[in-house]
């Protein structure tokens, strides 16, 4: 458990997992947002859109009704991924811990990361992934 930063543990981490919650999906076929969770969709995990503007138009993708937040998703999420600045993902973490169960692992994109929301989800228990990019390692590493 802690901050992940090994590539057996990242290998390990996409290897285990089958849902992943993207918090801050976007619709944006061109944006990170949208073409990394495609890619996740298209490499068999279940990809959940957390992103209230497109839950409260009652929009889906990839087979899965957006989300407006994470404490409303219903089944078990390996991994919750963040596309969302560094300075407002404190502002996701009562969120993220009030998700029952918890997550897994809490895995900030490339160019994201908050070292303290990372210790306080470690201290819950969840794994941490800080600046890095699903799509890249998975296609490094599986």
Not at 15 to 37: E, I, Q, R, S
Not at 51 to 60: F, I, K, Q, T, V
Request: with cysteine; proline share 6%.
């Amino acid at each position: 458990m802690g901050i992940v930063t090994s590539s057996a543990d990242l290998a390990r981490i996409l290897k285990d997992a089958k849902v992943v919650a993207v918090l801050g999906f976007h619709p944006d076929t061109m944006k990170p947002a949208h073409f990394v969770p495609e890619y996740l969709q298209r490499q068999g995990y279940t990809v959940i859109p957390v992103n209230p503007a497109l839950a409260a138009r009652g929009e889906s993708y990839f087979g899965q009704r957006a989300m407006q937040s994470l404490t409303e998703i219903s089944v078990p999420v390996d991994i919750v991924e963040v596309f969302r600045r560094s300075d407002k993902v404190r502002g996701h973490l009562d969120d993220i811990l009030g998700m029952q169960p918890l997550p897994k692992v809490v895995w900030l994109q490339q160019g994201i990361r908050d070292d303290r929301v990372a210790s306080e989800l470690e201290a819950h228990g969840i794994e941490v992934v800080q600046d890095r990019c699903m799509l890249t390692d998975h296609r490094a590493l599986m």
